[in-house]
């Protein structure tokens, strides 16, 4: 059964708590509220204002276990944090581990910060969690994926467009490395994962990848600078640093370009074009 004034004293406590500098917006000289306002814990939580303000009046639809999960990770909650909101509205906590898509706090702290710079939090089967507007604008909305397309490797071998991304000399390496990838994956899940099941589909619909999951081959690791082709920018050189979050196999991925480069003069100008939505 939901408890209705625990989860409202709850939220409005989180939300208090949570102040601007943690999700990267300015303080501002006449800011009176404590914490973040409603309306900016709604915007973070993908739903109205009037919806959360409800939830934290008491009143209201009780909320679904998806819009519970979409509070969890708006209000920056820890696992366990997350988990008694979840039991607070009456539904069973989401699986931990690596099956999880629950983003750790202290990740979603650091990729507030990244304002303007393309970086993306991925799943160990490339599904990309969260992304800053710049990562939106290098590889396309991820919000809009569904199912297996949300896992790029899937996609890589199911959706012909998308190897248009990247040049054509480094396609076949890119091939090799998200079948070895996700055969290590099966190997460390195990057969009854998402991971298992992932490749099975995938040796069904493409030949290519039943052709590279016969040849067993692991270790294949990616080149050393990223190379993307935007259709509007053109070509884009890129370094790739990466965060880990062992406890749910998250990885923050952050690309610069060497400062007073092509790609550096590129990457200013894709965020003054904005956003572009490449499925």
Request: glycine content about 8%; overall charge negative.
């Amino acid at each position: 059964m939901i408890d209705r004034p625990e989860l409202a004293a709850f939220l409005r406590q989180r939300r208090e708590s949570l102040q601007p500098e943690d999700i990267g917006l300015p303080r501002g000289q006449r800011r009176r509220t404590q914490g973040l306002r409603r309306e900016e814990v709604a915007e973070l939580c993908h739903m109205s204002t009037d919806y959360y303000a409800r939830l934290e009046r008491g009143s209201g639809p009780a909320p679904s276990e998806q819009m519970i999960a979409s509070i969890a990770q708006g209000l920056h909650l820890s696992l366990d944090e997350r988990d008694h909101v979840f039991r607070l509205a009456g539904h069973a906590p989401p699986a931990r581990g690596t099956s999880s898509d629950h983003i750790s706090p202290g990740l979603l702290r650091i990729l507030d910060r990244l304002n303007d710079t393309p970086a993306e939090i991925v799943s160990e089967l490339g599904e990309t969690l969260r992304q800053t507007s710049l990562g939106v604008a290098l590889t396309g909305d991820a919000s809009l994926r569904t199912g297996p397309n949300r896992s790029l490797g899937y996609r890589w071998f199911t959706d012909p467009t998308v190897r248009q991304a990247y040049p054509s000399d480094e396609r076949d390496v890119l091939s090799r490395l998200y079948a070895s990838g996700l055969r290590e994956i099966v190997t460390l899940r195990g057969p009854d994962s998402t991971a298992a099941h992932l490749s099975a589909e995938l040796q069904q619909v493409s030949e290519e990848f039943r052709s590279l999951w016969e040849k067993r081959e692991v270790g294949v690791r990616p080149p050393e600078i990223k190379r993307f082709l935007h259709p509007t920018v053109g070509l884009l050189q890129l370094n790739c640093q990466t965060l880990l979050d062992p406890e749910q196999a998250h990885r923050l991925l952050v690309y610069t370009a060497v400062p007073g480069s092509e790609s550096h003069a590129k990457l200013e100008l894709l965020a003054v074009v904005g956003t572009q939505v490449l499925t």
